[in-house]
């Protein structure tokens, strides 16, 4: 089952590498990983998205936990969340392209933050499966370039993942 | 983190990480000099409080102070080089690593403005010890050097203990800085529970006290966690059988009628039996590894209750499905388990745990460990035997290496105190056994320190025959030379066809000249009445290393045992 896992960590080099190095060593999936300091800058915040049976769920957070920079970790799949990801899209916009290119982006919630004679670029945030749905409305050929920043998540309501 | 009481002065680093050592009352570092770590060597020089040990090859410099460590309750100190000092290091860091045994090394590093230039000697100490290590810190800063140091030491002892890493530029060791070392630190990111939940503990007891055929299984952090007293309390209270793992012989002692022996892959078949076929089990400071419980499904063929104690909650439901997890210290967990079973009215039900008994006692009846007696050729198990009849009444601390003879050592050497077996448990390092007896005699001068071994396991770290030399360490080896690598020859006998690939050591050194070339005494024994003379006279020599080479039966296996992937009760048996 996917599991969108967030941390704190103390935003020391080789912090990211000793959680990358966890999920590599000991086998575990990571489908994606992002990773910023806080609002306090002696932290960084980290999401992993990963897939496993629940055993294997809770060897990861267990792990993590372990790991001597971690400050705290939770599993927001086991409660209410909202995960965004943000993704930018170079299409090919030019013809009879253009119009419908534009049409498909507000359809979506895009924005687009380039243009060329021959090209959008488009900004586009929402969940995974959303992103995934814009490419797939999106005719084969016309997209030039793709990048994804990997899912962010919190807490809904009042659950807050902070260090006390 | 908290800074409290400490002094001033302006210090170079190098003077600083000497100064550390003498503030954590460190007797021993074990090292070895190279071009980034001189500024360290030049101020080791210019003391007397530490004491270096020259070892000859950075490998043994980490086993040696790994050993201090388990044969004692203090942390370990090793000095290493940058480059190859580092790389050659990461076999006894990882060996220490597997073992959850404190260490702190500290490495130097190409200075701060040339790391990533593939510098002379340079290598990501950093990276390359990161999987091995609890934690590893680059210095960059001199003004960071105490505090780091502190926290390595912290770090290294505390909660599940580990190896910790201080890896330090050369020019961090020349800048000068006040030192002002902290008596204390503390991190936000690392708390470790100390205390059990007094409500699980009462789960565990009532499942205990239920119980109808239970089973104590307990591991190296019954020995780590100094809880042997603890747990010989709670076993006696409760009259139930008591098992260790490999790591944990000596935390019950063996020559207790409750004791069934080692358990697992050479376990003996009671303990195994019993293991298999518990309704409840008690494990303790134990992670129920694949050399403990074989296949984990065919394990649970079996209903049983598991209670499991640990200070690390990522051993826990790690390879097998517990019901009552308690997670704290063993010792203080243990405490509360005896305090709480003596409050109590209720005891164990003790016509089912009779019936359980004369269970036990009938596998223990099949004398799963026999050998030939009458053999004309020895056999590595009298030899083991022999050693243990000899000195069961001394000062006696034994260390192994990995292979045949480590088992028959766990399986013939009874040991009734903690902290009096040093062996690689789970890296399984061959090369270790040697530099772990020079660790434990330095660590106990008065003590008698026998490495019991094989002439493959030896010669991996034969050259610290030499530092044994220097430092007159008069550690007595027991060699069962038998010109084979024994457990690769006994796997290939089993389940390759009797095809001996690579595991016949042609070439062998003559063991007598080879000692003896190092300035200590050498015996060759090829006969079995001449095993116990032998032996007498080599402990008899109480100021000299004695290597006794003793030429052992080539065919001989390890049994019981059981084969990679089977269960327990699958037991192969002689």
């Not at chain 2, 200075?111 to 100490?125: K, L, R, S, Y």
């Not at chain 2, 790591?247 to 019993?274: I, K, S």
């Not at chain 2, 290496?401 to 009096?420: L, T």
Request: aromatic share 8%; glycine share 8%; hydrophobic share 40%.
């Amino acid at each position: 089952m996917r599991h969108i896992i967030s941390l704190l960590m103390e935003n020391e080099p080789g912090a990211l590498s000793r959680v990358a190095g966890l999920f590599s060593a000991r086998g575990y999936n990571i489908e994606s990983l992002t990773v910023a300091p806080t609002e306090d800058p002696s932290l960084s915040r980290m999401t992993v998205v990963t897939s496993g049976s629940d055993d294997v769920i809770e060897q990861i957070t267990k792990q993590l936990n372990k790991l001597i920079d971690v400050v705290k970790v939770v599993d927001l799949s086991d409660g209410d969340h909202i995960e965004r990801e943000l993704m930018l899209v170079k299409v090919r916009a030019s013809g009879k392209d253009r119009e419908e290119m534009k049409r498909m982006a507000d359809i979506f919630r895009g924005r687009i933050l380039d243009v060329t004679d021959k090209a959008y670029t488009i900004e586009l945030t929402g969940t995974g499966s959303k992103l995934d749905a814009f490419l797939g409305a999106l005719e084969q050929g016309v997209i030039l370039e793709t990048v994804r920043t990997g899912a962010s998540g919190i807490g809904r309501g009042e659950r807050i993942l902070k260090v006390s | 983190m908290e800074l409290t009481a400490g002094v001033t002065t302006e210090l170079s680093g190098a003077e600083i990480t000497m100064r550390c050592l003498q503030e954590e009352g460190v007797e021993f570092m074990f090292g070895y000099p190279g071009g980034a770590v001189l500024p360290l060597y030049d101020e080791i020089f210019k003391q007397e409080k530490v004491k270096h040990i020259l070892v000859r090859h950075e490998q043994a410099a980490v086993h040696a102070a790994d050993a201090y460590a388990r044969s004692t309750e203090k942390v370990g100190v090793v000095l290493v080089t940058s480059g190859p000092g580092v790389t050659n290091a990461v076999t006894g860091i990882a060996t220490a690593y597997m073992d959850s045994i404190p260490v702190v090394i500290i490495s130097g590093q190409v200075p701060t403005h040339a790391i990533g230039q593939d510098a002379f000697q340079e290598v990501d100490a950093i990276g390359v010890t990161r999987p091995c290590v609890k934690h590893n810190f680059l210095v960059k800063d001199v003004k960071d050097l105490a505090v780091t140091m502190k926290k390595a030491f912290y770090l290294a002892g505390s909660g599940r203990p580990g190896p910790v890493l201080v890896d330090i530029p050369k020019d961090v060791q020349t800048a000068k800085t006040n030192f002002f070392y902290p008596q204390s630190v503390s991190l936000r990111s690392y708390n470790p529970v100390v205390k059990g939940h007094t409500g699980q503990i009462r789960k565990a007891l009532n499942l205990l006290l239920e119980a109808k055929r239970p089973m104590i299984y307990t591991g190296g952090g019954v020995v780590l966690g100094n809880a042997s007293a603890e747990l010989i309390q709670l076993v006696r209270a409760l009259g139930f059988p008591c098992t260790n793992t490999l790591m944990g012989l000596g935390g019950y002692p063996a020559t207790d009628p409750q004791f069934v022996g080692m358990l697992g892959m050479h376990g003996t078949y009671e303990a195994n039996m019993a293991m298999q076929t518990c309704d409840v089990l008690l494990a303790i400071g134990a992670r129920f590894d694949d050399r403990v419980i074989g296949n984990p499904k065919h394990f649970f063929q079996e209903q049983r209750k598991i209670i499991h104690v640990d200070i690390d909650p990522s051993s826990i439901s790690k390879r097998v499905r517990v019901d009552v997890p308690i997670v704290g210290d063993v010792r203080e967990v243990l405490q509360e388990m005896n305090r709480q079973l003596v409050a109590g009215k209720e005891r164990p039900d003790s016509v089912a745990i009779k019936a359980w008994w004369k269970q036990i006692d009938e596998w223990r009846g099949r004398d799963c460990l026999k050998y030939d007696r009458a053999s004309k050729i020895i056999k590595p198990q009298a030899v083991v035997a022999a050693l243990y009849e000899l000195t069961k009444d001394m000062d006696m601390y034994v260390t192994s290496d990995v292979g045949q003879h480590q088992m028959w050592a766990a399986q013939f050497y009874k040991f009734n105190k903690p902290r009096r077996w040093i062996n690689s448990g789970g890296l399984g390092t061959m090369g270790v056994g040697l530099p772990y007896a020079l660790g434990v005699q330095l660590a106990h001068p008065e003590a008698t320190v026998a490495c019991v071994t094989g002439e493959a396991s030896i010669q991996m770290c034969i050259q610290e025959l030499s530092t044994a030399k220097q430092y007159r360490l008069p550690v007595k080896i027991v060699n069962l030379n038998n010109r084979y690598m024994g457990m690769v020859r006994q796997w290939q006998e089993f389940f390759h066809g009797n095809r001996y690939a690579e595991s016949y050591m042609d070439a062998l050194p003559d063991f007598v000249k080879l000692t003896e070339s190092y300035g200590h005494v050498g015996m060759r024994i090829d006969k079995p009445e001449d095993v116990e003379p032998a032996l007498k006279e080599a402990f008899s020599r109480k100021n000299d290393l004695v290597f006794m080479d003793f030429i052992t039966d080539q065919t001989e296996n390890v049994f019981p045992m059981v084969p990679g992937g089977k269960g327990l009760s699958e037991m192969i048996l002689v």
